[in-house]
């Protein structure tokens, strides 16, 4: 039988050769791995554990926090503060970046979080997951929020652990991406996909249908073309899948193509979107283009903005190239 690669294996095999993970890094990881495992625990545990629920507060989106949202904030900030890899943490779970404390060692890097994307799907038992994104700090002054504001593409690794039927992590440190899967009686993530590719063409599109009429001119044209099937401009008949969890919605994608979207709508015209650009579009947008997709904001490539927010948010085109490639150009040459 195959040996089981671990994730420790597969940081561990890449030192001496031109793939080498700095060692901060290849720690960070693997703590931020462990951190995953904890909360995939905290989760899986459900009612039994005490877990669901509303936590009675807000999070500085003004949304109101389930109790797993700030348990895993916990596990996060709890897990990765005291090992020396990190100068900072921010989290959508925080208004304010979080310093390391004085009395541990300081690292390299920033660490940014949503610590359990798609809450509104907890209780009701559907997939959710961490999403996290690591920067490199420059300079040696104390940090502060503007180390964080670098666009997407300055990323040095970039991933999320989805909690579903299997606790799957997928990441990437610029070399592709890879995914391992929890092998719960090992209490090991194991290698199980290497160098994952995004079919560039798909029939299954995900966007909420329920904003269909907030939306601008190309995202209602790209979404009635597909719509219209056989018998319309595409010629092909598409599905649609929308779970409310970006996580597993990206998931699938990465598994078998897809197109995603949260575009802009009129709904609150001053916000660029839904989702946040620091701590779920920049990492997802990596990981996308990291396994041959594409990733815009209907206009530009989301890792080339630049950010001036620590929670500014952005609307999201990603999955299959050539999809995101054809909505981006409704955008642009309509
Ligand atoms: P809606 C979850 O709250 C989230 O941030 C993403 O995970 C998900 O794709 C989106 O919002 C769902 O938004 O408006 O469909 O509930």
Redesign the pocket.
């Known amino acids: 039988m195959a040996q089981k690669i671990s994730l420790t294996r597969y940081l561990v095999e890449k030192q001496g050769s031109a793939q080498a993970v700095a060692p901060q890094l290849q720690l960070l990881l693997e703590v931020v791995a462990d951190s995953c495992k904890s909360i995939s625990s905290a989760v899986n545990k459900g009612a039994l554990g005490g877990v669901l629920g509303t936590a009675g507060s807000e999070n500085v989106q003004g949304?109101v926090q389930k109790k797993l949202d700030i348990i895993s904030n916990d596990m996060l900030i709890e897990a990765n503060e005291w090992g020396g890899t990190l100068a900072g943490m921010a989290s959508e779970e925080m208004d304010e970046i979080l310093p390391i404390p004085a009395q541990y060692r300081q690292g390299d890097y920033l660490l940014m979080f949503?610590p359990l994307?798609?809450?509104?799907?907890i209780d009701v038992n559907v997939s959710i997951g961490t999403i996290f994104s690591v920067l490199k700090k420059s300079g040696t002054a104390a940090v502060a929020e503007s180390d964080f504001l670098q666009a997407g593409a300055q990323q040095v690794a970039a991933g999320y652990c989805v909690y579903g039927p299997q606790t799957t992590l997928v990441l990437t440190v610029g070399q592709g991406v890879v995914m391992f899967t929890l092998d719960r009686e090992l209490g090991t993530f194991v290698l199980t996909q290497d160098q994952v590719q995004i079919p560039v063409d798909t029939k299954e599109f995900a966007i909420?249908m329920?904003?269909m009429r907030h939306w601008d001119a190309p995202v209602k044209r790209y979404v009635d073309e597909c719509l219209a099937g056989k018998e319309g401009p595409r010629g092909k008949d598409f599905n649609m899948r929308?779970?409310?969890?970006?996580?597993a919605?990206v998931h699938r994608i990465m598994m078998r193509g897809g197109v995603?979207m949260?575009p802009w709508d009129k709904r609150e015209p001053e916000k660029p979107g839904?989702?946040?650009l620091m701590y779920?579009a920049n990492p997802m947008s990596w990981l996308v283009e990291q396994a041959g997709g594409g990733a815009t904001d209907g206009r530009q490539r989301i890792l080339d903005i630049a950010p001036t927010k620590l929670h500014q948010r952005v609307a999201v085109v990603l999955g299959s190239k050539n999809e995101v490639d054809r909505v981006t150009q409704y955008h642009t040459q309509p």
């Open positions: 949304e949503d994307d798609g809450s509104s799907n909420n329920s904003n929308w779970i409310a969890s970006m996580v919605d995603f949260y839904k989702l946040r779920e």
